[in-house]
């Protein structure tokens, strides 16, 4: 597996539109524009920052995984996402490794780029994505 950088730093807050005043009028980053991704029932965010993003993750259900991560540890950094040259290849020897993997095959993730996440429990507690964009 190579392991090309940090892609972005995931975090969990209840409304994209009131965390944008800290990151853009605060911090002063650019605002890159939301998606919404159905499938996870997410909205993000981005807002790059050098060569990686902030990403903000808003919850588009109650039951959605972002409003449960909220309702248990609040908002805050929600995981952190390294970009691999090739996701297949990795979650491929990640699992011969015997690490836990939350997707065993990737799927598509905010601006198309494939996606799978390691679970916490096989790395110290920390959610991990890893990220393949072309």
Known sequence: MR??????IGIAVKSIEEAR??????LGLRYEGSETV?????????FPIGDTEIELLESTDPDGPIAKFIEKRGEGI???AFRVDDIEKALEE?????IQLI?????IGAGGARIAFLHP???GGVLIELCERK
Request: glycine share 2%; charged share 40%.
């Open 121 to 123: 429990k096989a790395t």
């Open 21 to 26: 005043k800290l990151y853009e009028d605060i």
């Open 94 to 98: 990640l699992k011969k490794q015997g």
């Open 103 to 107: 997707d065993e095959k990737p799927r």
């Open 3 to 8: 392991t090309l950088k940090i892609d972005h």
């Open 38 to 46: 159905a499938e996870q029932k997410v909205t993000t965010a981005f």
């Open 78 to 80: 929600q995981h952190i």
